[in-house]
């Protein structure tokens, strides 16, 4: 089944504590990115890469890292998280960012 | 950057009406993604647009790129329907930037 895989769905951790939270997709898609959701603010992306080695920022990119090292996993590193880091995130894949896109379950992440 | 308006907010139905959700944007896009967002929070894809009208079962998705403006209709809306519908555009110029509209909250009652 073609699908985004996010892990953990849920994450509560502490201020400052470094986690990660993983997407893998099993379309060879070239395009992989993140996004932020958040009440009153709607969908924000934080970074998107346009295959292996090659990522840029989107809108909210601040407070956040990733790699893309292999085309199948894209991976969202919180250094040292904070409390407005608290949301819901979800990672998604498209061909080559030219067609539909492939939505993760989501994570939903509190940061304390 | 392109700024994304979605309307109405808020939308209530019985079953059976047909429904129309409507999405502008400011600047020029290389394409036009309808999205829907369940109560459980997953989001599908339901249509990408650069130009016409799409159809898929009982969703229609129609683009007018000189006047910057799409919508979606569902037709015999159903319970089923109820969900967050989410318009996002990918604007050119700008790679493959999504940026997204505010949502529009339908419940279709029985």
């Not at chain 1, 991976?75 to 407005?84: D, F, G, R, V």
């Not at chain 2, 037709?75 to 509209?101: E, K, Q």
């Amino acid at each position: 089944e073609a699908q985004v895989t996010q892990n953990p769905r849920y994450l509560i951790t502490v201020t400052g504590k470094k986690l990660t939270v993983t997407c893998s997709q099993n379309m060879n898609h070239e395009y992989m990115s993140w996004y932020r959701q958040d009440p009153g603010l709607g969908l924000r992306q934080i970074y998107y890469s346009m295959n292996v080695e090659v990522t840029d920022k989107g809108d909210v990119p601040e407070g956040y890292k990733v790699s893309r090292k292999e085309k199948r996993n894209f991976p969202l590193i919180l250094e040292s998280p904070s409390p407005n880091q608290t949301s819901l995130y979800f990672c998604a894949s498209s061909f080559q960012g030219l067609y539909g896109y492939t939505f993760g379950s989501g994570t939903r992440l509190t940061v304390v | 950057k392109n700024e994304v308006e979605q309307s109405p907010q808020n939308l209530t139905a019985q079953e059976g009406e047909f429904i129309t959700i409507n999405c502008s944007y400011s600047v020029g896009i290389s394409a036009l993604h309808w999205l829907q967002q369940h109560p459980g929070g997953g989001i599908v894809s339901l249509f990408m647009l650069s130009s016409g009208k799409k159809k898929h079962g009982r969703l229609i998705a129609t683009i007018n790129i000189q006047e910057k403006h799409s919508s979606l209709h569902i037709t015999a809306s159903h319970p089923r329907d109820s969900a967050v519908y989410i318009c996002a555009v990918g604007s050119i110029g700008w790679g493959n930037m999504l940026t997204f509209g505010g949502g529009t909250r339908l419940m279709v009652k029985p």
